[in-house]
Structures are given as C-alpha cells and as structure tokens.
C-alpha cells in the first residue's frame, strides 16, 4: 500500500455510486500507469469474478470484486482477500453442516411417527 495505488482497503462498497466512485479513481491510476492490470495464478482457486491490480510503485497486488446480488464486493490486498474467500468458505460449509443436521432430525421425527 502507498500513495500511488491506495492506503486503504474498502471491505465493503456502501452503495453503488459509492463503487462507481471508486472504480473511476482507480481505472484513472490505471491510465496514468501507477497500477496495471494483471492475471493472477489462482492455485486456491477461489476468485470467480474479481479483477487484479498491481501497484506499479509498491508491488502490491489487490483484488477487486464488484458489488452484486449476494456481496456488496470489496477492494483488498491479495493476501486478505485469500483470508475474506476462506471465512467466507467455512461459513458456508457450517451452513452446510447445520442444514443436514436439521435434514436428519425431521427425517428422524417422520420415521418415529411411522413405526410407532
Ligand atoms: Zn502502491
């Protein structure tokens, strides 16, 4: 992070025009070349739709995802944005774990009812 990419992360956009205020600040740094665009190797395989930068001046890569239906997106470093994908992924999978619970305890109730 510097002056010439950015000194903050944004964990969520508070509105649309609040990301579209956002994204022309940074599509300006990236036309004046303080940031490029760049693909990324994406071994954890957990970015979908999300755009990549990186600081021209610190190195720093950053990941965007844009604001949609499920996410009000976000514009973090890289290794955070690993870490935002992985408690996202762990929530879930807890969402997960407890559907099937409650899945099991009405098949339990139906089956009790049946035999007795
Ligand atoms: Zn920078």
Known sequence: MCKDCFLNEILKFESQSDFEEFEFELLEKVSVGKVTVFDIEDDLN????????QCNSCAENWI????????KGYFLIQKNAIKYHKKLKTIDDGKLV????????FLFIILWHIIM
């Open 46 to 53: 957990i970015f979908n739709f999300e755009n990549y930068y």
């Open 64 to 71: 965007m995802s844009a604001p949609n239906y499920t996410c």
């Open 98 to 105: 407890g559907c099937c619970f409650i899945s099991a305890v």
